[in-house]
Every structure is written in C-alpha cells, then in structure tokens.
C-alpha cells in the first residue's frame, strides 16, 4: 500500500484542456514535492511545498499542499503536448528525515494534439 | 552546473551474481538518496547518505548495501542477485535544506 495515494492513475486529455492531479495520504508531510518523468529517464523536480496551505505557481502548472499537510494538488492549465509524462508526488513525513522521500504510484497524462 | 552521474546506465547480470552501481552527485550536494523502480512497486526508497554516514534505510534486505565517499560519490552495492531485483535504480542528491532532489537518468539492471 502506498502511502501516497495519486489520482487519477491515467489521464488523456486534448491540447487546450485543463486537468488536476490529486496526492492524498493519511500522514502529515513536512514538505511535498511534484515531480514529472519521462520514459527511460530520472524524475525532475517540478516544486516543492513546504507550507499548509501553500499555492504555487509555474506558468500554467499550479500546485497545492492542503492546509492540514496531508493532501496536494497539480493543476494545468491549457495542456500542452509537452506535458505528457508521468507526474510524481513525494513527501518527507513528519517523523522522517526530508532525505527519506515516499513516492506516489504516478499518475500519467497524455496530451493528444 | 554537472547533473547527478549514474554509470553504468545499463547493465545485465546472472542470478546469484553481485552488482555495484556509482553515483556522482551534483557538486557540493552532500545528501545522496537512492531508489528503486519497478513497474508494481514504483519508486521505494532504499538509503540516504549524508557527509559519508547513512542517515536513512528502507526496507530493502541486508543484500543491498550502499556508501559514500569524502568526496559526496555514492555507491550502492547488490549481492546474490535475485530476478526480483530487475529494475531502474535512481540516485538523486540534494544540497542542504534544499527539500528538493535532483535525480540522475538511472542504471537499468536486469537479472537474468
């Protein structure tokens, strides 16, 4: 069982449309990170979020950790091909060091032209 | 700046063989983290190393081992390889404070 529960596992949607990653666990998380891979790759870091509550912004990627710092969100905006990948959260909990990252299943988005 | 280095990138070994994989951080990262990827696991967190001391351990068995060097370089070591242990293996290092990993493109093992 993770202990980061991502939805959707997939996501096909066109270029234009918007679509929203959630990042749900039962444990409080110190900080949270967003990361995208593509196949054959290593993850890259998209944001971190350190702060209950916190809203970040990168162009039109949007990012939430949940006030309680249990839960985060990804939002795109007017999705574009270039956002294809497999998108990532991962967390230091509370009680753990933040070099000890748990990871997400993923979620995978394909963008369609 | 050098990304994070993982050499091999690929790499194929025999049941019961041992395998040893390098990793080279990000100049001055002194936090090196390494993971592993399966398609029915994702991505399990194996060791952290922090200034040559391991801070963190996943529950990987005893047959996994890892250290790091004075100059941040990181190796992590695998005996009596099982097929089980086919997969990506990620190393990523992260400066102090910085919450946030920068990861190299991996070394696929495959257990044949």
């Known amino acids: 069982t993770q202990l980061l529960e991502q939805s959707p596992q997939f996501l096909s949607i066109q270029e234009g449309e918007n679509l929203t990653v959630y990042c749900n666990s039962s444990s409080v998380f110190s900080s949270l990170q967003w990361y995208r ?3 054959g790759e290593g993850p890259v870091l998209l944001v971190t979020v350190v702060t209950g509550g916190e ?6 990627l949007t990012f939430q950790f949940g006030d ?14 270039g956002d294809t990948g497999l998108y990532l959260c991962a967390g230091a909990k509370e009680t753990d060091s933040w070099g000890k990252l748990q990871f997400g299943a993923g979620t995978q988005v394909v963008v369609t032209p | 700046k050098a990304g994070v280095t993982q050499t091999p990138r690929y790499l194929i070994k025999t049941r019961g063989q041992q395998v040893t994989l390098s990793c080279s951080p990000i100049s001055g990262h002194r936090s090196v983290s390494w993971y592993q990827q399966t398609p029915g696991q994702g991505l399990q967190f194996l060791f952290e190393y922090f200034s040559e001391t391991q801070r963190n351990k996943g529950n990987f068995p005893g047959r996994f081992s ?4 004075s100059n941040s370089r990181s190796e992590m070591n695998v005996s009596t390889l099982e097929l089980g242990d086919s997969a990506l293996y990620l190393c990523a290092s992260s400066g102090d ?3 946030g990993y920068t990861f190299g493109s991996g070394t696929r093992l495959t257990v044949v």
């Open chain 1, 55 to 60: 809203v970040k912004k990168l162009k039109r």
């Open chain 1, 68 to 81: 309680a710092r249990k839960d985060s969100s990804l939002h795109i905006t007017a999705a574009q091909t």
């Open chain 2, 66 to 69: 890892g250290r790091q060097f």
């Open chain 1, 37 to 39: 891979q593509e196949p």
């Open chain 2, 97 to 99: 404070e910085d919450y």
